[in-house]
């Protein structure tokens, strides 16, 4: 538990270079800084899924396709991750929807951030109703806590979430919410088909996350919704004109 109150801390430090003022990201300095932001923000991240599946109740729908995918073809669960966050992302490009340098950094990051966890055996898999819950728990809070830390780097949402944002906007008269439940089912029952755990987990992680978000950013007073995420060619266009100066 040491441990896990650690990484609590290193949250901690995320937070206050937050505080910096420096997600204007309009000078080299301030885009660098918000990398490592996002970075630190999302390898924390890792730790909080890997908490959930360790938790041993049934993984988040994304994770139990994953597991699925990493079961099924012999690969590390970090691997399954990269190969789904980079089709997704692929999906997003070709569907033209904004894209910033941490929606790369997210495809890689926190998977192998997964793999990291479980080659050191960090947490050991819970075997009961009554450890598990409390681990799932708080692993959704880190996910939360590390969401509004990292979407503070204004630097671009994760290719599931811009997917997610992208299908809504062309279903049109579908609402948001039956679009998410919609393609994490469709998530949920291809990695179910190929063996990822599905389980009372499952539907907490289901249920619970966006109330749990909501928590969590109504008590550090964040607004998703005003985030201005910087698009790559504006990163770059950034970067290269302070090269030329």
């Known amino acids: ?76 669960y970090g691997t399954a991750s990269v190969i789904v966050s980079y089709s997704i992302l692929g999906i997003d490009i070709a569907l033209r929807e904004p894209i910033g340098i941490a929606m790369f950094i997210d495809a890689v990051v926190v998977g192998k951030s997964v793999d990291l966890f479980n080659h050191l055996h960090f947490v050991k898999p819970c075997e009961s109703l009554w450890t598990g819950i409390p681990m799932m728990l708080l692993g959704l809070l880190i996910l939360a806590f590390t969401g509004f830390t990292y979407m503070s780097a204004s630097l671009g949402c994760g290719p599931r979430d811009t997917l997610l944002v992208a299908l809504t906007k062309r279903a049109k008269r579908i609402p948001y919410g039956v679009v998410c439940i919609l393609l994490l089912s469709t998530a949920t029952l291809i990695g179910w088909l190929l063996g990822g755990p599905v389980g009372i987990g499952t539907l907490i992680c289901a249920f619970v996350t966006g109330p749990i978000m909501d928590m969590v950013f109504a008590l550090v007073h964040f607004d998703a919704t005003a985030v201005h995420h910087q698009h790559l060619a504006d990163s770059a266009k950034v970067i290269l004109e302070r090269k030329a100066a």
């Open 1 to 76: 538990m040491g441990q896990i109150v650690d990484f609590v801390k290193i949250g901690v430090v995320v937070e206050v270079l937050r505080i910096s003022k420096l997600k204007e990201n309009q000078t080299t300095g301030a885009i660098m800084a918000n990398v490592l932001l996002a970075a630190v923000s999302l390898f924390v991240n890792g730790f909080g899924v890997y908490l959930t599946i360790q938790a041993n109740l049934g993984a988040a729908p994304w994770d139990v396709l994953n597991l699925g995918l990493s079961k099924t073809f012999g690969i590390l």
